[in-house]
């Protein structure tokens, strides 16, 4: 059985529930966190498959209470006829793809980004067909499933790409990390979109790069500027002292510039201010350690 304390603030409405735990009492057993908050969306009639506990909850506020205190815990099924709520990994973006429809089963999942997608410098290969095609790809290498700098030395991408159009995802985060930071990021509307057509300057909600909704740009593209230039986005070209962009992930060294040729591949050239640097002389621009893709 599960008691929340009269620290736990719950505030609920018709689709959502939000959830602030400051502590949880299962049995004799005190668990506590400072400041912990989760918003959980409710998906009706469906039942997750993949789930890893079971336990008696009184009501569905509570069972997504013992989630948020569980570790790897994602989403939850409660029925309420029987007070059972069983506990999952599988994120909001999943729940239409690993879900069973079931009537007396609703879903309450935390809406926070899952990592599809993780870049790794100097590993060799085409990064648009490791995207696209996951080509040379790991699924399963715990040390590739991090935005971390680590012992990584491939691509990682999760199987749920390949169901892009029955996720049903709303968003889509493309972000680099420098010194296990965020250096940079974009967010744009994934509705309706595929697995590259997301990419666009027409679906930007949000960047770092704060002038990148507004600026005139001449290549915005995952297949980018073929054949050595993926994920670019680049604001002008004018020779080769004269480009400038935000980002661009050099893949080999078949174009003419010096930012083209580099010891290893691919690299990824990020701007490191809110607006655009220049690759060739490096004005306003580093590499980045690591490049990523989210979808929530």
């Known amino acids: 059985m599960i008691f929340l304390t009269k620290q736990t603030r719950v505030i609920s409405c018709h689709t959502k529930i939000t959830i602030k735990v400051k502590c ?7 668990c506590c966190v400072s400041g912990n908050e989760n918003v959980y969306q409710r998906t009706n009639d469906i039942f997750l498959q993949n789930t890893f506990s079971t336990l008696t909850s009184p009501t569905r506020v509570k069972c997504c209470a013992y989630c948020d205190q569980t570790d ?13 709520c069983k506990l999952s990994r599988d994120p909001l973006v999943s729940v239409f793809v690993n879900g069973q429809t079931d009537t007396s089963w609703k879903s309450y ?15 060799g290969g085409d990064i648009y067909t490791a ?13 590739c499933m991090t935005t971390d700098v680590t012992t990584c030395n491939k691509n990682y991408r999760n199987p749920i790409v390949d169901s892009w159009s029955s996720v049903g995802m709303q968003q889509v985060k493309f972000a680099f990390y420098k010194d296990n930071e965020e250096a940079a990021y974009v967010i744009f509307d994934a509705t309706g979109s595929d697995i590259t057509s997301w990419f ?18 001449n290549i915005f ?13 680049n604001r002008n070209y004018g020779g080769c002292p004269a480009d400038a962009g935000y980002s661009i992930i050099v893949i080999n060294k078949a174009l003419p510039c010096t930012y083209d040729i580099q010891s290893s591949y691919p690299q990824f050239i990020i701007s490191t201010s809110a607006t655009s640097g220049t690759p060739e002389t ?6 980045a350690d690591v490049m990523a893709i989210f979808i929530k």
């Open 72 to 84: 790897d815990c994602m989403s939850v099924s409660y029925q309420e006829s029987s007070r059972t």
């Open 24 to 30: 949880i009492v299962l049995l004799t057993l005190l």
């Open 131 to 143: 995207w696209v095609d996951g080509i040379g790809v790991t699924v399963d290498d715990v040390t």
């Open 200 to 217: 666009s300057s027409s679906n930007i909600v949000d960047s770092s790069w704060t002038t990148l909704a507004t600026d005139s740009l």
């Open 282 to 287: 490096m004005t306003g621009m580093d590499k």
């Open 109 to 123: 999942s935390k809406n926070e980004w899952l990592l599809v997608f993780r870049g790794t410098p100097g590993i």
């Open 221 to 233: 593209s995952i297949y980018g500027h073929d054949p050595g230039r993926r994920f670019m986005i």
